[in-house]
């Protein structure tokens, strides 16, 4: 078989993989997330349904597929229909430049149905060198979901709740977009998997904590979590952009929001804990197990941050929206400037260390 | 490459057909929402070309910015949406006369030229490339457009915080 069939294979399987991990992934963490509010709040939580709430989020999408589709009549039919569509391309998307385990050295191996391998296997669906320029993109896209949607339903709550949803997107990319760029001022290059790599050779970009924090807040803004959830302010907006929507297309809503919670966790971990990376062990040395190890370990730190990102939801109260303009604008923003400059300055003062 | 050909007749299609809408559509708030996904298509070009970065900057910058801008500009606009702009034709003959020479013209110019295909290999990694040449040959641009981002930058948090200030006085 010759090198682009087995590339395309190998691309499918990978693409699957991906996809499988994020949608089940997703039942996972509406389950982690109804149980642990659950017991913040002192109660039992969804606890019955197949072996102590394990099928619960199954059962769920089981009922929102087999309810009555309503299109209210008012509504613009057209971007009413796409808008749950564009929200969730994008948060099964940005899934495909994470890096989620070691190069595979299967070159020279002959593998049944696909014959002898001609190169080593990439852990990653899609390995382009400007990876971090890709994820960026992709999520800064997310936004038309919220706006087409909230526009398409034709009420004021809606509307509100997607105006909202694109100034604040808009507010916190800038930081996002500069703490990103002490990871790549760090690394020198955008690809994830060079990024990863320099991070085993080096220092997890963690120690660098200002840049770390920022990129941590703003990513809670990107994704429409509390304390950054004024796009659908149950008190003020009803439920903002998707108030209107009802079945499968408020479930794939649904999808997209956790989806971008598990893509947002894996990429927090690829830059600043060091990837699919175990201190102080060379993976390399222990074959196929390291391999399972390393992507086991990348998982557990995914499913950390996934956890956080629960815990600040039911812990934290909501901004007002003048404070949460004031947060990104009056404080985040400068500190990440300074961020920037100091890393650099920082960087130029190491560099014998770094090189 | 059967399936490289296949995707990149999907997608300029795609562009096509946006691109048609943009132009054509009544309702302003359509045309705002085809513009975005054209330069989304367009980005999926630039992929074609072998031009990753320019792609990832097409979209964070038109994509990401100036749709939410446009998009910004049309729902804080009050009733513009609901606005459908009608179509006054007056000479009918005369434009369809001149529009069709224009074609014509467009067409002789596509079927004369000989246009040059690139023999070179893309380069493996081009952002590298691509920083290396901001750094030398381009490095007077690339410093004054860098300088007035962060001037821009840091213009707008002054005056976000300066607007309590002068209510004061």
């Not at chain 1, 039992?44 to 989020?57: A, I």
């Not at chain 1, 062990?281 to 941050?305: Q, R």
């Not at chain 2, 702009?85 to 369809?96: C, D, L, N, P, R």
Request: with cysteine; proline share 4%.
């Amino acid at each position: 078989m010759d090198i682009a069939t087995q590339n395309l294979i190998f691309s499918v399987l990978k693409v699957a993989l991906v996809i499988k991990v994020l949608l089940l992934g997703v039942t996972m963490v509406i389950l982690a997330e109804r149980r642990f509010s659950a017991f913040m709040q002192d109660r039992l939580g969804p606890n019955r349904t197949f072996y102590g709430g394990l099928g619960q989020s199954f059962a769920d999408g089981i009922k929102l597929i087999l309810k009555e589709d309503v299109i209210p009549t008012h509504v613009d039919k057209l971007t009413y229909m796409i808008a749950p569509i564009v929200m969730m391309t994008p948060a099964l998307m940005t899934g495909a430049v994470i890096p989620f385990g070691p190069t595979i050295p299967i070159a020279g191996i002959s593998l049944p149905f696909i014959g002898e391998n001609l190169t080593p296997l990439v852990l990653q669906v899609a390995d382009i060198n400007v990876g971090l320029l890709y994820f960026v993109a992709i999520a800064s896209i997310g936004v038309y979901g919220i706006v087409m949607g909230g526009w398409a339903q034709n009420n004021k709550y809606s509307l509100l709740g997607a105006l909202r949803a694109s100034a604040q997107m808009v507010s916190y990319e800038l930081p996002m977009g500069l703490a990103l760029v002490t990871v790549v001022l760090m690394s020198g290059s955008l690809s994830m998997n060079e990024i990863v790599a320099h991070q085993q050779e080096t220092f997890w970009y963690v120690l660098n904590f200002p840049a770390f924090m920022i990129f941590l807040i703003t990513i809670f803004a990107e994704t429409n979590r509390l304390p950054f959830d004024l796009a659908e302010c149950e008190q003020e907006l009803v439920a903002g952009y998707h108030t209107e929507y009802s079945s499968m297309k408020f479930g794939m809503f649904l999808l997209a929001e956790y989806g971008n919670i598990i893509t947002s966790s894996a990429l927090v971990v690829t830059l600043f804990f060091g990837g699919w990376d175990i201190p102080f062990v060379d993976e390399s040395a222990l074959g196929l197990f390291g391999v399972i190890l390393s992507m086991s370990v990348f998982g557990l730190k995914t499913s950390i941050f996934i956890f956080i990102f629960i815990w600040v939801r039911w812990s934290l109260p909501r901004f007002r929206y003048d404070q949460l303009m004031n947060v990104s604008w009056k404080g985040i923003l400068p500190l990440s400037i300074l961020t920037v400059v100091g890393t650099a300055v920082i960087m130029v003062l190491l560099k014998n260390f770094y090189h | 490459m059967v399936i490289a050909d296949f995707a990149f007749i999907l997608v300029a299609a795609f562009v096509l057909i946006c691109a048609c809408v943009v132009v054509f559509h009544n309702k302003i708030i359509y045309s705002a929402f085809a513009l975005l996904f054209c330069f989304f298509g367009v980005a999926g070009l630039y992929v074609f070309l072998n031009a990753e970065f320019l792609a990832g900057t097409q979209l964070l910058v038109y994509v990401g910015g100036i749709s939410v801008l446009i998009l910004f500009g049309i729902l804080l606009t009050k009733n513009i949406e609901d606005l459908t702009s009608k179509e006054v034709s007056t000479q009918k003959i005369f434009g369809g006369l001149i529009s069709v020479t224009f074609l014509g013209g467009l067409i002789y110019m596509v079927n004369s030229v000989d246009w040059k295909v690139s023999t070179p290999k893309p380069i493996e990694n081009s952002p590298v490339e691509i920083g290396k040449l901001f750094m030398s040959d381009f490095l007077i641009p690339f410093e004054i457009a860098g300088v007035l981002l962060l001037v821009a930058l840091i213009g707008a948090v002054v005056i976000g915080r300066d607007t309590d200030k002068d209510l004061e006085v």
